[in-house]
């Protein structure tokens, strides 16, 4: 998801974000013989949660691994190119299928062979990158030994391991909350592994000076708006005490973050592009209202621009027509918007 001009990131909202040229970005593949089943539902609530961007392996022709490598016109090579150049983190995601992964799980990581023999130069940009991975079967538990395959690629291939979830479903079933809870705790962990230095430094320098906060949960870390200007000069103004207030459309916390909003006292670390740590700020107002209701007050506390209502009202404008279209809606005057104010604490 595209942030605002000025929205302050939600939670699990790292900078993991669709369509971002930035310094960190996450993928997950699927590799199910059912594009819609049970592994599908786990990846979308993953989605939803991260912004990471998505593949389904069944849309591309992946041959079986051949000594020969007479299939190389196949899909393989373009897409893993793609992959490598574009995601620091890939996280695979497969049902479990007689104890191990997919065939079309499995087809594809024998075809990282050819990047030992065919392709070496690409499979050396592996290194560095982080693995993780997801999977759903019908036992109460993982089958034993069934991550080892996807942590000793990760090390054969110089990545970091970041984990693995393991989610129990029937045939069709819906998530339960646990399920929900579980997949956001995981989403939140592999953001954690990736944050900057900068950002846990900032968190324990906070709570030695906040012994109150000792025990809570480091934040999220995130920046505002879609590009390393704007957010680089929202993270400033919010620095200088300029900029102490947000706005984001209610359909984008509905769509997202299945309709819960920030609410008062909530702690948040803003950075700037880089994902360097800048400020710690509590959330002190949250306020769901018509578009056509902000006023000047709330403009002038969102302090970028001019801070005149038309500026606020143009740029906001601009963006929800974007970020609205990502789920096929449009903006309108009396569209509610959630107005949070904030004060920055350190």
């Not at 991260?50 to 593949?55: A, Q, R, W």
């Not at 591309?60 to 899909?75: A, K, L």
């Not at 594809?108 to 592996?126: M, S």
């Not at 000069?233 to 299945?258: G, P, Q, W």
Request: charged share 30%; aromatic share 12%.
């Amino acid at each position: 998801m595209l942030k605002a001009k000025g929205k302050r990131p939600t939670a699990l909202k790292k900078a993991l974000t669709k369509n971002m040229n930035h310094i960190y970005k996450g993928l997950i593949i699927l590799g199910s013989a059912k594009s819609d089943g049970n592994t599908r539902k786990l990846v979308d609530h993953g989605l939803k949660q991260s912004g990471f961007d998505f593949i389904d392996l069944k849309e591309y022709e992946i041959n079986q691994f051949d000594y020969g490598f007479s299939n190389q016109n196949d899909d393989f090579l373009p897409l893993i190119k793609k992959i490598i150049d574009k995601y620091d983190l890939i996280v695979f995601a497969t049902p479990v299928y007689w104890y191990a992964m997919s065939g079309i799980m499995k087809s594809f990581f024998d075809r990282l062979t050819d990047l030992l023999k065919q392709e070496k130069e690409a499979g050396r940009k592996l290194r560095g990158k982080s693995m993780a991975m997801i999977c759903g079967g019908s036992d109460a538990e993982m089958p034993e030994g069934f991550h080892i395959p996807f942590k000793k690629t990760a090390e054969y291939l110089g990545m970091k391991f970041l984990g693995s979830i393991y989610t129990s479903m029937e045939d069709d079933a819906l998530l339960s909350k646990q399920d929900e809870k579980s997949i956001e705790e995981f989403v939140h962990h592999l953001i954690a592994e990736r944050t900057h230095p900068s950002v846990k430094k900032m968190w324990a320098d906070f709570i030695k000076k906040n012994n109150e906060y000792a025990n809570q949960k480091m934040p999220i870390a995130d920046y505002f708006c879609a590009n390393k200007k704007d957010a680089d000069e929202c993270a400033e103004l919010v620095v200088n005490d300029i900029k102490r207030a947000t706005c984001a459309a209610k359909s984008s916390y509905d769509y997202y973050d299945n309709g819960v909003l920030p609410k008062v006292g909530l702690l948040s670390i803003i950075t700037n592009w880089e994902g360097e740590a800048q400020c710690i700020i509590k959330t002190s107002s949250v306020l769901v209202k018509p578009y056509n209701e902000v006023d000047a007050t709330f403009a002038l506390r969102e302090g970028e621009g001019d801070k005149s209502l038309e500026y606020w009202k143009r740029v906001h404008w601009e963006f929800f027509t974007h970020d609205l279209a990502a789920y096929g809606q449009k903006p309108s005057e009396d569209m509610l918007v959630v107005c949070e104010e904030f004060e920055r604490i350190f």
